[in-house]
Protein backbone atom coordinates (compact mmCIF):
# COMPACT_ATOMS: atom_id res chain seq x y z
CA UNK A 1 0.00 0.00 0.00
CA UNK A 2 1.39 3.46 -0.72
CA UNK A 3 1.73 5.99 1.61
CA UNK A 4 -1.21 8.42 0.95
CA UNK A 5 -3.13 5.11 1.29
CA UNK A 6 -1.35 4.04 4.76
CA UNK A 7 -2.09 8.14 6.03
CA UNK A 8 -5.55 7.93 4.55
CA UNK A 9 -6.32 4.72 6.07
CA UNK A 10 -4.78 5.71 9.82
CA UNK A 11 -7.12 6.19 12.55
CA UNK A 12 -6.49 9.59 14.26
CA UNK A 13 -6.04 8.87 17.88
CA UNK A 14 -6.56 12.36 18.82
CA UNK A 15 -7.21 15.95 17.70
CA UNK A 16 -3.58 16.78 16.84
CA UNK A 17 -3.45 13.72 14.82
CA UNK A 18 -6.90 14.19 13.21
CA UNK A 19 -5.25 18.25 12.09
CA UNK A 20 -2.14 16.76 11.28
CA UNK A 21 -3.62 14.26 9.29
CA UNK A 22 -5.53 16.82 6.39
CA UNK A 23 -2.13 18.30 6.36
CA UNK A 24 0.22 15.39 5.86
CA UNK A 25 -2.58 14.23 3.01
CA UNK A 26 -2.69 17.52 1.05
CA UNK A 27 0.85 17.55 0.87
CA UNK A 28 1.57 14.08 -0.20
CA UNK A 29 -1.39 15.00 -3.20
CA UNK A 30 0.74 17.78 -3.72
CA UNK A 31 3.15 16.48 -6.14
CA UNK A 32 6.26 17.78 -3.99
CA UNK A 33 8.96 15.50 -3.13
CA UNK A 34 8.73 15.13 0.66
CA UNK A 35 10.76 11.91 0.92
CA UNK A 36 14.54 13.50 0.70
CA UNK A 37 15.85 16.74 2.25
CA UNK A 38 15.88 18.58 -0.32
CA UNK A 39 12.46 19.89 0.22
CA UNK A 40 13.84 22.72 2.98
CA UNK A 41 10.11 23.10 4.32
CA UNK A 42 9.08 20.34 5.05
CA UNK A 43 10.20 16.35 4.56
CA UNK A 44 9.16 12.87 5.51
CA UNK A 45 10.66 11.06 8.52
CA UNK A 46 10.47 7.82 10.27
CA UNK A 47 10.16 7.44 14.34
CA UNK A 48 10.08 3.97 16.46
CA UNK A 49 8.39 4.52 19.69
CA UNK A 50 10.98 1.30 21.14
CA UNK A 51 9.36 -0.68 24.08
CA UNK A 52 10.15 -4.09 25.11
CA UNK A 53 7.92 -7.43 24.86
CA UNK A 54 6.07 -6.92 28.05
CA UNK A 55 5.81 -2.39 27.23
CA UNK A 56 7.80 -2.31 30.95
CA UNK A 57 10.36 -0.41 29.02
CA UNK A 58 11.31 2.26 26.61
CA UNK A 59 14.69 2.62 24.53
CA UNK A 60 15.52 6.42 24.93
CA UNK A 61 18.76 7.78 23.53
CA UNK A 62 20.39 11.23 24.32
CA UNK A 63 19.81 13.40 21.25
CA UNK A 64 22.90 15.59 20.96
CA UNK A 65 21.25 17.95 18.25
CA UNK A 66 17.86 18.10 20.74
CA UNK A 67 20.20 18.18 24.12
CA UNK A 68 16.91 15.46 25.61
CA UNK A 69 16.44 12.46 25.50
CA UNK A 70 14.14 11.40 22.77
CA UNK A 71 13.02 8.62 20.71
CA UNK A 72 14.69 7.32 17.69
CA UNK A 73 14.26 8.26 14.06
CA UNK A 74 15.25 9.83 11.15
CA UNK A 75 15.06 11.33 7.88
CA UNK A 76 13.23 9.09 4.87
CA UNK A 77 16.16 9.99 2.60
CA UNK A 78 14.50 8.66 -0.39
CA UNK A 79 13.39 5.62 1.07
CA UNK A 80 9.22 5.11 0.59
CA UNK A 81 8.85 2.49 3.20
CA UNK A 82 9.00 4.46 6.38
CA UNK A 83 8.66 1.25 8.04
CA UNK A 84 11.82 0.30 7.06
CA UNK A 85 13.01 3.72 7.52
CA UNK A 86 11.73 3.67 11.81
CA UNK A 87 13.98 -0.16 11.84
CA UNK A 88 17.03 1.32 10.12
CA UNK A 89 17.46 4.41 12.28
CA UNK A 90 16.77 2.32 15.78
CA UNK A 91 19.29 -0.12 13.97
CA UNK A 92 21.99 2.84 13.25
CA UNK A 93 21.30 4.86 16.90
CA UNK A 94 21.30 2.10 19.17
CA UNK A 95 23.48 -0.81 17.95
CA UNK A 96 20.34 -3.42 18.44
CA UNK A 97 19.76 -5.96 15.50
CA UNK A 98 16.76 -7.80 16.97
CA UNK A 99 14.15 -5.44 16.35
CA UNK A 100 10.33 -6.18 15.34
CA UNK A 101 7.57 -4.06 14.14
CA UNK A 102 4.82 -4.88 16.17
CA UNK A 103 2.41 -4.16 13.52
CA UNK A 104 3.65 -2.64 9.83
CA UNK A 105 0.80 0.15 10.46
CA UNK A 106 1.50 3.40 11.64
CA UNK A 107 1.39 3.82 15.18
CA UNK A 108 1.55 7.62 14.92
CA UNK A 109 1.77 10.75 13.47
CA UNK A 110 2.51 14.26 13.91
CA UNK A 111 3.96 17.32 12.44
CA UNK A 112 6.88 18.33 13.82
CA UNK A 113 8.77 21.98 13.71
CA UNK A 114 12.49 21.69 13.78
CA UNK A 115 14.14 25.15 14.46
CA UNK A 116 16.86 26.12 12.88
CA UNK A 117 20.60 24.27 13.26
CA UNK A 118 24.17 23.64 12.59
CA UNK A 119 24.66 20.12 11.29
CA UNK A 120 28.08 18.82 9.72
CA UNK A 121 29.26 22.35 9.69
CA UNK A 122 26.55 23.76 7.48
CA UNK A 123 23.50 26.08 8.94
CA UNK A 124 20.04 23.99 8.54
CA UNK A 125 16.92 26.55 8.15
CA UNK A 126 13.84 25.61 10.54
CA UNK A 127 11.84 23.26 8.79
CA UNK A 128 8.66 20.77 9.88
CA UNK A 129 8.85 16.92 9.93
CA UNK A 130 6.06 15.19 8.41
CA UNK A 131 6.17 12.63 10.88
CA UNK A 132 5.11 8.70 11.04
CA UNK A 133 6.09 6.36 14.28
CA UNK A 134 6.28 2.86 14.34
CA UNK A 135 5.87 0.69 17.72
CA UNK A 136 9.11 -1.59 18.03
CA UNK A 137 9.63 -4.23 20.08
CA UNK A 138 13.61 -5.06 21.21
CA UNK A 139 15.17 -6.96 23.28
CA UNK A 140 16.54 -4.92 26.61
CA UNK A 141 19.05 -6.91 27.39
CA UNK A 142 20.55 -6.82 24.03
CA UNK A 143 23.94 -4.48 24.43
CA UNK A 144 23.76 -0.72 23.38
CA UNK A 145 25.94 1.26 20.55
CA UNK A 146 25.82 5.28 20.56
CA UNK A 147 25.96 6.94 17.41
CA UNK A 148 28.43 10.04 18.67
CA UNK A 149 27.06 12.02 15.70
CA UNK A 150 23.89 11.74 16.71
CA UNK A 151 23.09 10.55 20.14
CA UNK A 152 25.73 10.32 22.86
CA UNK A 153 23.80 7.83 25.49
CA UNK A 154 21.29 5.56 25.30
CA UNK A 155 19.07 3.74 28.48
CA UNK A 156 15.80 1.79 28.70
CA UNK A 157 13.43 3.86 30.83
CA UNK A 158 9.44 3.04 32.83
CA UNK A 159 7.16 4.69 30.15
CA UNK A 160 6.69 7.20 32.80
CA UNK A 161 10.33 8.12 33.22
CA UNK A 162 11.16 8.62 29.33
CA UNK A 163 8.47 11.10 29.22
CA UNK A 164 10.39 13.08 32.31
CA UNK A 165 13.37 12.50 31.15
CA UNK A 166 12.88 14.63 28.02
CA UNK A 167 13.33 18.38 28.01
CA UNK A 168 11.66 19.34 24.94
CA UNK A 169 7.68 20.42 26.29
CA UNK A 170 5.74 19.53 23.05
CA UNK A 171 7.28 16.20 22.94
CA UNK A 172 6.98 15.89 27.02
CA UNK A 173 3.69 17.01 26.93
CA UNK A 174 1.91 15.88 23.95
CA UNK A 175 3.66 12.88 22.13
CA UNK A 176 5.54 10.97 24.31
CA UNK A 177 2.19 10.45 26.77
CA UNK A 178 0.22 9.83 23.45
CA UNK A 179 2.81 7.30 22.59
CA UNK A 180 2.58 5.11 25.82
CA UNK A 181 -1.71 5.39 26.42
CA UNK A 182 -1.51 3.38 22.80
CA UNK A 183 1.21 0.85 23.90
CA UNK A 184 -1.17 -1.29 25.68
CA UNK A 185 -3.97 -1.54 22.84
CA UNK A 186 -1.42 -2.73 20.30
Not at 27 to 35: A, H
Not at 67 to 92: K, M
Not at 122 to 136: D, I, M, P, R
Not at 140 to 153: G, I, M, Q, V, Y
Amino acid sequence: MDLYSQVQAYVPYNDQERRDREVLLALLDGGQDLYTRDNDLHHLTASAWVVSGDRDLVLMCYHNLYDSWSWLGGHADGERDLARVALREVAEESGLTRLRLVRPDIYSLEILTVEGHVRRGAYVSSHLHLNLTYLVEADPTEPLRTKPDENSALAWFSPQEAVARSTEPWFATRIYPKLNERMHGW
